[in-house]
T-cell receptor, first 115, second 111 residues
Framework: GAGVSQSPSNKVTEKGKDVELRCDPI?????LYWYRQSLGQGLEFLIY??????PDKSGLPSDRFSAERTGGSVSTLTIQRTQQEDSAVYLC?????WGKGQPQHFGDGTRLSIL | QQPVQSPQAVILREGEDAVINCSSS?????VHWYRQKHGEAPVFLMI?????EQKGHEKISASFNEKKQQSSLYLTASQLSYSGTYFC????????????FGTGTRLTVIP
């Protein structure tokens, strides 16, 4: 497809389990971003990747969160030992390149619910 | 570094105008505006780069006052389709390379 694709669209899991969220950016986009949006809140930056450079992990809330991007394309956000406060919509976005004037295009997100 | 948006919510009748403000405590390189409808992904509206420019997209326009670190989004002759939550994302001139988003302004347009 032409847009950013995220999977799964919904994930329900028990507290303490690990989860993996996937993001497939727009073809040709070198920059990829992960955000978290809690109910009724704004977007909280988590991490971004630019090409093959080391990612900016400054927004990751704890060491239970990690992300990787293979081959400069698909990215996976992993949350280990999930907690109830991890429940949120996780949004991925991509842009043509990292640049201060580049718009970010968002996927539909993964709604994560921790029981 | 999160910007402050105001108002938090606004209700308009079709055809009325609205202004949404975004203010940062940091010197900014750019301001991004997005609109998000309930249950959907945020959609890009426009970017304003430092230089005090103003941009427009149909009846939605925005300005960026670099010196005041403020941006305003102007919606004129509002339509029902304008309803949603509007977020500004700010990119600081120095330091972080990621956007910091405000908590949003919920806009509801009624017939």
């Amino acid at each position: 497809g032409a847009g950013v694709s995220q999977s799964p669209s919904n994930k329900v899991t028990e507290k303490g389990k690990d989860v993996e969220l996937r993001c497939d950016p727009i073809s040709g986009h070198t920059a990829l971003y992960w955000y978290r949006q809690s109910l009724g809140q704004g977007l909280e930056f988590l991490i971004y990747f630019q090409g093959n450079s080391a990612p900016d992990k400054s927004g990751l809330p704890s060491d239970r969160f990690s992300a990787e991007r293979t081959g400069g394309s698909v990215s996976t956000l992993t949350i280990q030992r999930t907690q109830q406060e991890d429940s949120a919509v996780y949004l991925c976005a991509s842009s043509l390149e990292w640049g201060k004037g580049q718009p970010q295009h968002f996927g539909d997100g993964t709604r994560l619910s921790i029981l | 570094q999160q910007p402050v948006q105001s108002p938090q919510a606004v209700i308009l009748r079709e055809g009325e105008d609205a202004v949404i403000n975004c203010s940062s405590s940091k010197a900014l390189y750019s301001v991004h505006w997005y609109r998000q409808k309930h249950g959907e992904a945020p959609v890009f509206l426009m970017i304003l780069l430092k230089g005090g420019e103003q941009k427009g997209h149909e009846k939605i326009s925005a300005s960026f006052n670099e010196k005041k670190q403020q941006s305003s989004l102007y919606l004129t002759a509002s339509q029902l389709s304008y309803s949603g939550t509007y977020f500004c994302g700010t990119l600081p001139q120095t330091g972080a390379n990621n956007l910091f988003f405000g908590t949003g302004t919920r806009l509801t347009v009624i017939p």
